[in-house]
């Protein structure tokens, strides 16, 4: 099973499109960060949730 770590990202109102896509692509190409969730609120704001693998390595004898 694969273990996960989390990263929430929040947009204000007045945030175009373009510049949040911005944002969400430097993090996946630096950072490996893959998109989880969106959720857009009434007010229009908007929260991201990334995630990213973390990479166990195991201890070998």
Do not use: C, K, N
């Amino acid at each position: 099973m694969f273990e996960y770590e989390y990263r929430e990202l929040r947009f204000p109102r007045g945030t175009s499109r373009g510049a949040a896509r911005q944002a969400l692509s430097e993090h996946a190409e630096y950072g490996r960060w893959e998109l989880a969730r969106v959720r857009l609120y009434s007010d229009g704001s908007r929260r991201v949730t990334l995630r990213r693998r973390i990479i166990r390595q195991i201890r070998t004898m």
